[in-house]
T-cell receptor, first 113, second 112 residues
Framework: NAGVTQTPKFQVLKTGQSMTLQCAQD?????MSWYRQDPGMGLRLIHY???????DQGEVPNGYNVSRSTTEDFPLRLLSAAPSQTSVYFC????????????FGSGTQLSVL | EDKVVQSPLSLVVHEGDTVTLNCSYE??????LLWYKQEKKAPTFLFML????IEKKSGRLSSILDKKELFSILNITATQTGDSAVYLC????????????FGTGTLLAVQP
């Protein structure tokens, strides 16, 4: 049972480049989300989804796009990378739509130069 | 604005000590308080508390919630080096769909 799988683990981008962070879960969880973690800021919610075809914005959505075409996958797209998006990104999922008892992926360390 | 504040920011203890980590919260439409442990990578779930005054326990870890005073504590007894981690507190609230508001965490270092 893999749980929540994120790829890549590390990524370096140049300003203005775009990329997609992949997230997949095999627990049949309805709720999936993306967080970013910055020193001194705690985990902040970027976007979340309560089921296939349903997404909504979190606390810091600007510069990011998501879609949820299947229950398993929830990719995060950076449209035009900026140095302010340098961070560690976590995908997380939970059973039901509550988004409380989260299972986290192992994270993606992203650097934007 | 919703916020969760944890204290202390960090602490260093010796094996066998007992520690208490604090979490205060102001979360709109509060539903639950959660604790996570973050070692090198992903946070892992520890406890979810929804009712005041009821202690949750798992081995040497325990936690309690005070909904009147808007805080929670996480206790770790007989600490071990494997308890070294960042402990995250999060408040759950919001509208139809819960959102977690995380604190910045307490870094615990347990020395042998």
């Amino acid at each position: 049972n893999a749980g929540v799988t994120q790829t890549p683990k590390f990524q370096v981008l140049k300003t203005g480049q775009s990329m997609t962070l992949q997230c997949a879960q095999d627990m049949n969880h309805e709720y999936m989300s993306w967080y970013r973690q910055d020193p001194g800021m705690g985990l902040r919610l970027i976007h979340y989804s309560v089921g296939a075809g349903i997404t909504d914005q979190g606390e810091v959505p600007n510069g990011y796009n998501v879609s949820r075409s299947t229950t398993e996958d929830f990719p995060l797209r950076l449209l035009s990378a900026a140095p302010s998006q340098t961070s560690v990104y976590f995908c997380a999922s939970s059973h039901g739509q509550g988004g409380e008892k989260l299972f986290f992926g192992s994270g993606t360390q992203l650097s934007v130069l | 604005e919703d916020k969760v504040v944890q204290s202390p920011l960090s602490l260093v203890v010796h094996e066998g000590d007992t520690v208490t980590l604090n979490c205060s919260y102001e979360v709109t439409n509060f539903r639950s308080l959660l604790w996570y442990k973050q070692e090198k990578k992903a946070p892992t779930f520890l406890f979810m508390l929804t009712s005041s005054g009821i202690e949750k326990k798992s081995g040497r870890l325990s936690s309690i919630l005070d909904k009147k005073e808007l805080f929670s504590i996480l206790n770790i007894t007989a600490t071990q080096t494997g308890d070294s981690a960042v402990y995250l507190c999060a408040g759950s609230g919001g509208g139809a769909t819960n959102k977690l508001i995380f604190g910045t965490g307490t870094l615990l270092a347990v020395q042998p």
